[in-house]
Structure formats: structure tokens, C-alpha cells
């Protein structure tokens, strides 16, 4: 998917986002923040778009948000200022390809329903893997291909409107594992229908 369009795409489902596609993805949104709150620490959230699960950090995390769409991150810088929301310590306009962060700087790395829409997903989870410390973990939730029956041919259909619908409807699971440095600790379905995948990786 082109940067391009990622831009366009998201400029125009920023206003409706949180009704829409947000609230569709809240279930693995929520289920990804309680575990991070449970591990504390550093945490760069990666796509952060409109700042939905912001809402939700507590405890001790110090939560970093970057997003590539003006559009989106006003949104969340919104919702942070109105709601005080002390976890979060920045929203910062950024490419995830080139992430400006030292290496081995956070404790955990969320990436929530991002991976299936940024240009290079491969250079992306890259740029993921050197940030992480060693021992840190990257929490996932994505919409990731399957590889049969009726909800794969409807995926395979609709894979040629990636630029209009703003996500690839055929995504991989390969292409988030490439890096030799991060290992699957969790791996779990859940709602609707199984279509999304719950996926914790360990850097060793």
C-alpha cells in the first residue's frame, strides 16, 4: 500500500473512525492494553491513529504514540487533553519505517491494527525489533489472511481495493515473523467471527 494513500485514506476516516472501524477492533484494542498495563515500563505505541486506546493505559507505563496522519494524531491529542490522560507522555507525527528512538529503548511495543495498513510491514516490524530492549515484548492485534473457506475467497476478492478501504483484506501472518530476534509467545483468535489474531513476540 502506498503512502500516499495510507495519508488520503486515513484523512478521510478520521472523523468517523472511532464509530466505524474503531469500534469494530475495540475487543483486541482493550484485550492488548490490559496486558501491556500489566507489564509496566516503556511503551511505544505504534499507530496510534485516532487515540482510542489511550483511554485505557493505567498504571505504571509510560505510553509514547506516534501515527503518519496529522488527522488522526489531532484526534488523539484531542481525547489526551481532554481526558488528562498522565500515561501518555507524547503523540509525535512519525514514519514508522524510520523510527526516530534508540536502540533497545522500550519494554514493549504495541501494534494494534496498524501492521495490515503501513507501507512495508517487513521494514516496519524492523524498525520494531531495534527499539525493543532485549527481553521486550511486541503485542499485536491484526486482521491476518486465512488460508480457506468462505471468509478467505472474500478476502482474495476484496485484496484490489487495499488503497480505497485503507487496509490489505489479504495480509500475511509471514510477514510480521521475519525478524530472527523475535519469537512467538502468543497466539490467539478472537472476535467478530474470529478474525482477528491476538500475537505477542519476545525479543531475545
Not at 489526551?80 to 523510527?99: F, G, H, N, Y
Not at 516490524?125 to 499485536?140: D, H, Q, T
Amino acid at each position: 500500500m502506498e503512502i500516499s494513500a495510507v495519508k488520503s485514506s486515513y484523512a478521510r476516516w478520521a472523523l468517523f473512525y472511532d464509530r466505524t472501524f474503531g469500534a469494530v477492533t475495540n475487543k483486541g484494542r482493550w484485550k492488548a492494553v490490559d496486558y501491556i498495563n500489566k507489564r509496566g515500563g516503556r511503551v511505544l505505541e505504534v499507530g496510534v491513529g485516532t487515540g482510542l486506546a489511550l483511554l485505557k493505559y493505567e498504571g505504571d507505563v509510560e505510553v509514547i504514540g506516534i501515527d503518519y496522519s496529522a488527522e488522526m494524531l489531532q484526534k488523539a491529542r484531542e481525547k489526551t487533553a481532554k481526558r488528562a490522560l498522565s500515561p501518555v507522555k507524547e503523540l509525535i507525527e512519525m514514519d514508522a519505517r524510520e523510527l526516530d528512538f534508540p536502540d533497545n529503548y522500550f519494554d514493549t511495543v504495541a501494534a494494534m491494527h496498524i501492521l495490515s495498513v503501513a507501507p512495508e510491514p517487513e521494514r516496519v516490524m524492523a524498525e520494531i525489533a531495534r527499539v525493543l530492549k532485549p527481553g521486550g515484548e511486541v503485542v499485536i492485534t491484526n486482521h491476518f489472511a486465512r488460508e480457506s473457506g468462505f471468509l478467505a475467497f472474500i478476502e482474495k476478492l476484496t485484496a484490489p481495493l487495499e488503497n480505497v478501504l485503507g487496509w490489505h483484506s489479504d495480509f500475511q501472518m509471514s510477514r510480521v515473523l521475519e525478524q530472527d530476534c523475535l519469537s512467538v509467545q502468543t497466539q490467539k483468535s478472537f472476535p467478530p467471527l474470529g478474525m482477528m489474531t491476538f500475537l505477542v513476540l519476545k525479543k531475545t
